[in-house]
């Protein structure tokens, strides 16, 4: 399913991937060998491809997109390198995270790199809306790793507090890529909208089912360790769910998890079959579907075309994925 989204894409998506190569280049050896280290990591670069369709599915027939397809993945990309030093995580994409590799304090400043190199890249795009945008972005996504921060651990997470971490930390980078791609399109202002509504709604589903693999996917072909939002304290929805639909004894189980400095792996497999039984898993998955349909409604005013289906692919792939 996911190569039939790249498909429709796959010429712009080659300009990208040597965009965010040439764009790597720095007179300072390590920051280029973390960069390139990233980049052979792949991953789905479900961001870009969004930037990607949603300008070609308005209209675009210039280049205009490739570069802002790459602001996109770096601020991501950013992201995941500080995101990892604070959750102390030691494996994604199914390899040593940048900190295992080398070290915090290379992880945190290539990091500042690739974010101010997206910046730079937004002043040759020159457009101040969507400097606007971006700006608020990544200012939003901060607001959400310090939200996440402080729900570490807690033991009172509500479901309401989790969907605003999970809508500054991810969705909101889902939107904006959405909503870049219709702008540098010139696309009617119904158009948009209705593009910068899907972003979000895709985002949140995105990343409930991210959180739903968290408890239910496969090590080898996630690319990182089973029950690592656990073991590093994070209460996503599965877990919220759990907390509020299991016996005493199995709460008190959870708390203790959530207080624990290191799990075991006795205790990490009985918290994850917990959470497995009390039904948090479909739940999650059925807010998931239920945010995709929103999010697919949003595309009816789109006219038909090849970008038009694979958006509604990226929708369908969204909650059908196994990593």
């Known amino acids: 399913m996911y190569q039939k989204i790249l498909k429709v894409?796959?010429?712009?998506?080659?300009?990208?991937?040597?965009?965010?190569i040439e764009q790597l280049y720095s007179e300072v050896s390590l920051v280029e060998s973390i960069g390139h280290y990233i980049v052979r990591a792949g991953g789905k670069r479900?961001?870009?491809?969004?930037?990607?369709?949603?300008?070609?599915?308005?209209?675009?027939?210039?280049?205009?997109?490739?570069?802002?397809?790459?602001?996109?993945?770096?601020?991501?990309?950013?992201?995941?390198?500080?995101?990892?030093?604070v959750d102390m995580s030691m494996l994604r994409r199914g390899r040593p995270t940048v900190n295992a590799e080398w070290n915090n304090p290379s992880s945190v400043l290539v990091g500042d790199f690739i974010y101010s190199r997206?910046?730079?890249?937004?002043?040759?795009?020159?457009?101040?809306?969507?400097?606007?945008?971006?700006?608020?972005?990544?200012?939003?996504?901060?607001?959400?790793?310090?939200?996440?921060?402080?729900?570490?651990?807690?033991?009172?997470?509500?479901?309401?507090?989790?969907?605003r971490v999970i809508t500054n930390k991810t969705a909101i980078l889902f939107q904006a890529a959405a909503k870049c791609g219709a702008i540098l399109a010139n696309a009617d202002p119904k158009i948009e909208e209705a593009f910068e509504s899907f972003g979000?709604?895709?985002?949140?589903?995105?990343q409930l089912i991210d959180d739903v693999l968290d408890y239910s996917g496969n090590a080898d072909t996630l690319g990182k360790n089973i029950g690592d939002d656990l073991a590093e304290g994070k209460?996503?929805?599965?877990?919220?769910?759990?907390?509020?639909?299991?016996?005493?004894?199995?709460?008190?189980?959870?708390?203790?998890?959530?207080?624990?400095?290191?799990?075991?792996?006795?205790?990490?497999?009985?918290?994850?079959?917990?959470?497995?039984?009390?039904?948090?898993?479909?739940?999650?998955?059925?807010l998931a579907e239920s945010r995709a349909e929103i999010a697919a409604k949003h595309l009816k005013i789109l006219p038909e075309s090849k970008y038009k289906g694979s958006l509604e692919t990226m929708v369908e792939f969204s909650v059908n994925r196994k990593h």
């Open 200 to 206: 979000m709604q895709l985002g949140i589903a995105f």
């Open 46 to 85: 479900m961001r870009p491809i969004l930037v990607l369709l949603s300008a070609r599915g308005s209209g675009l027939e210039n280049d205009q997109h490739v570069p802002m397809a790459a602001v996109i993945e770096f601020i991501h990309t950013a992201t995941l390198l500080h995101d990892d030093v």
């Open 9 to 20: 894409v796959e010429p712009d998506f080659q300009k990208v991937d040597k965009f965010i």
């Open 235 to 286: 209460s996503t929805l599965p877990l919220i769910y759990a907390m509020q639909n299991c016996s005493p004894t199995q709460r008190k189980e959870i708390l203790k998890s959530l207080r624990a400095e290191n799990l075991s792996e006795g205790m990490l497999a009985n918290i994850i079959e917990i959470v497995q039984k009390s039904g948090g898993l479909d739940y999650t998955k059925k």
């Open 118 to 163: 997206a910046f730079q890249i937004l002043v040759k795009i020159s457009d101040m809306r969507i400097m606007e945008i971006i700006a608020n972005t990544t200012n939003k996504i901060a607001e959400g790793e310090v939200l996440q921060l402080i729900e570490k651990n807690n033991r009172e997470s509500s479901e309401e507090s989790y969907m």
